[in-house]
């Protein structure tokens, strides 16, 4: 009993340095979401605020929403980040033109980000929510490669998908489907148009934009506030079909470059839709809200993708006498950055069926892949 208990506690010691976690300095409550920059790589924290980062990296850069960035120079198993500021009182509220700006980073996106044939190691996460339970989870490592890191519409249209994202399915860590905690998980084999823009923030960029030329759309922007080149920046638009979008920024004003971006359409007010499900049900479906998030870092000189998330949630789907609350999120860490050509990925994902049902390509790298609370319990739930 003796020897158990000291392999339990070297065991313990060996977990707990495979980890670090962050949290808020002020109230020691986890910040999810913190982006971590590595010498050999980019990781996020988890819901818990935990990431995985082993105590052999030193110097890294950690930095998240609403706190200051930090430069961390020895490794510690908790990491306490400094709030932007304490009392919004303090902060002096400037207009930002939001419509000039967002449309001056479109107009140069080509010069402002990276452009060229890329490969990155990534990992994607799908989850999926009814009456506020998980029923789906998916965790895979994935190898991407885009040709030009925007969405080019010409092609998209032209559904022409592979000529501008190709990914390559390799390790599968975590799939996991009840499916008697959903009904309405049914949806067309046809990869879409709009499914794949979502990759790309000059997509999200655009959207917002034709958003404020709208007919009667009100939109505002402050500036909330600022450190060294990095704004932080808020925006509102209103348009007249319904929609509202409350979104923030973070603006790089020296290279002139959107470096974070998030936005939640609010679309409540938007009148209840019938829909008819692939196997044949009637039912009706009311909007909730939606937030796309995309993040960029400087590496090497220019500006490449860290993370791109979609998440929806109070979307209702009446049918009968049953009524479902939807919640679902789909988010891409990008792990690594390499330059590459325009050969792209051999062998790739079939876009036109559903990415757990192609095959994969075994790739034997580290993991970066660490579960949340709640996902480990979904887990080992038999």
């Known amino acids: 009993m003796k020897h158990l208990s000291i392999l339990f506690v070297l065991l313990s010691a060996f977990l707990s340095a495979q980890k670090l976690q962050v949290v808020d300095s002020e109230t ?22 935990f990431a995985p980062v082993d105590n052999t990296y030193k110097d890294f850069e950690i930095s998240a929403t609403g706190f200051k960035k930090e430069k961390i120079k020895n490794f510690s198993s908790v990491i306490k980040l400094q709030p932007v500021f304490k009392d919004i009182e303090e902060v002096k509220i400037v207009s930002v033109d939001i419509k000039k700006l967002f449309e001056d980073v479109s107009k140069n996106y080509h ?32 190898k991407l ?13 032209n559904k022409r998908y592979d000529d501008i994202l190709q990914m390559q399915l390799n390790n599968v860590k975590y799939l996991k489907k009840n499916n008697s905690d959903s009904i309405f998980f049914a ?53 007249e079909r319904g929609t509202n979008v409350e979104g923030n920024i973070k603006y790089n004003k020296a290279d002139k470059v959107i ?11 938007l009148p209840v839709e019938k829909k008819v499900s692939t196997d044949g049900r009637e039912f009706d479906y009311k909007y909730g809200q939606a ?10 000189g220019v500006y490449v993708p860290a993370l791109t998330r979609f998440e929806s949630d109070n979307y209702t789907m009446f049918y009968k006498d049953e009524t479902h609350v939807k919640k679902s999120m789909r988010e891409i860490i990008y792990n690594t950055f390499t330059k590459s050509d325009k050969k792209g990925l051999d062998p790739k994902v079939d876009f036109n069926k559903s990415i757990w049902l192609n095959v994969p390509v075994k790739d034997d790298k580290e993991s970066t892949v660490l579960l949340s609370k709640e996902e480990q319990e979904f887990i080992n739930v038999k």
């Open 291 to 300: 937030t796309l998030t995309y993040d960029f870092y400087k590496k090497d």
């Open 187 to 239: 949806k067309t084999a046809e990869f879409s148009h709009e499914e794949l823009g979502n990759y790309f923030f000059n997509y999200e960029l655009n959207r917002n934009i034709q958003n404020i030329k709208f007919h009667k759309t009100k939109y505002s922007g402050t500036l909330i506030s600022e450190e060294g080149d990095e704004q932080s920046i808020s925006f509102k638009i209103k348009t």
């Open 259 to 269: 470096t974070f971006f998030q936005a939640n359409y609010i679309m409540d007010d």
């Open 111 to 142: 010069k402002r980000y990276y452009d060229e044939p890329s490969l990155y190691d990534v990992v994607m996460k799908h989850k999926y929510f009814d009456n506020n339970k998980l029923h789906f989870m998916a965790i895979t490592e994935v």
């Open 28 to 49: 020691g409550k986890p910040i999810a979401n913190a982006r971590i920059i590595l010498s050999d790589q980019l990781v996020y924290t988890n819901e818990d605020g």
């Open 145 to 157: 490669w885009s040709r030009k890191n925007w969405y080019d519409y010409k092609d998209g249209y």
